[in-house]
């Protein structure tokens, strides 16, 4: 059993900038998709962005000011957020996939609150 813990969220103003870590409990390697989703109140989950171990594409809210980026020797996938807007408010869920595996894997989320 794999477990993924999101970590790095808190209050931060417009403008301003947070890391968000996504912690897996065994190797990274053996996942080829992974992503980050966020979830606003009264709101569906959404996108934010996705690595498929070719390139990475972000949804167009987010595009030019996050950055989705891995550490393989310490098992952990990273948000940088950058520029952030009150509009980014939201719970922020880490999700990977294995290409030989329909089994998702989802964080427990880490909130992000953005005050204007």
């Known amino acids: 059993q794999v477990q993924l813990v999101e970590s790095g969220g808190g209050v931060v103003q417009a403008g301003g900038s947070l890391r968000l870590s996504c912690a897996f409990s065994?190797?990274?390697?053996?996942?080829?998709?992974m992503a980050w989703y966020r979830q606003a109140p009264g709101k569906r989950r959404e996108l934010v962005g996705i690595?498929?171990?070719?390139?990475?594409n972000y949804a167009d809210f987010v595009k030019g000011r996050f950055t989705i980026s891995r550490e393989n020797a310490k098992n952990t996938v990273y948000l940088q957020m950058n520029s952030l807007k009150p509009e980014d408010t939201g719970r922020y869920y880490c999700?990977?996939?294995?290409?030989?595996?329909?089994?998702?894997?989802w964080g427990q989320g880490t909130q992000v609150t953005v005050s204007s």
């Open positions: 999700y990977a996939r294995r290409p030989d595996s329909p089994r998702e894997y």
């Open positions: 065994r190797s990274i390697f053996s996942f080829n998709v």
């Open positions: 690595n498929n171990g070719v390139g990475t």
